[in-house]
């Protein structure tokens, strides 16, 4: 599967943004999606993850609370709602897909990426 990330804008704190993943292939329900991030001079982490029928979703501590990872099988598209945005949450968001559970293998392993959208949050 081919993904897009989309959404990603500066903003201010406290502001909210929705991201966008958008996939080809007729089989995106199939697949586990998640939305990871990367800062400057940080390592890629895991931000949400939402099963392959949208039924499970999970959050990392930062994240949770603020942001909402949904799905729209129909539309092949993975949103990340993200509200209450802070400095810290500044980075390159990227989407991701895999047939396997992500939580349950290495984002190193994770078979399908966006291009990541730059989201930036101002004090």
């Known amino acids: 599967v081919q993904l897009q990330a989309s959404g990603g804008g500066l903003v201010q704190a406290g502001d909210s943004l929705r991201l966008s993943c958008a996939a080809s292939?007729?089989?995106?329900?199939?697949?586990?999606v998640g939305w990871f991030r990367q800062a400057p001079g940080k390592a890629r982490e895991r931000v949400a993850v939402?099963?392959?029928?949208?039924?499970?979703?999970y959050y990392e501590d930062p994240v949770r609370g603020r942001f909402t990872i949904s799905r729209d099988n129909a539309k092949n598209t993975v949103y990340l709602q993200m509200n209450s945005l802070k400095p810290e949450d500044t980075a390159v968001y990227y989407c991701?897909?895999?047939?396997?559970?992500?939580?349950?293998?290495?984002?190193?392993?994770?078979?399908?990426w966006g291009q990541g959208t730059q989201v930036t949050v101002s004090s």
């Open positions: 991701a897909a895999d047939l396997r559970p992500l939580l349950g293998i290495p984002t190193a392993a994770i078979g399908s």
């Open positions: 292939g007729r089989t995106f329900d199939s697949y586990s």
């Open positions: 939402i099963s392959w029928g949208g039924g499970s979703t």
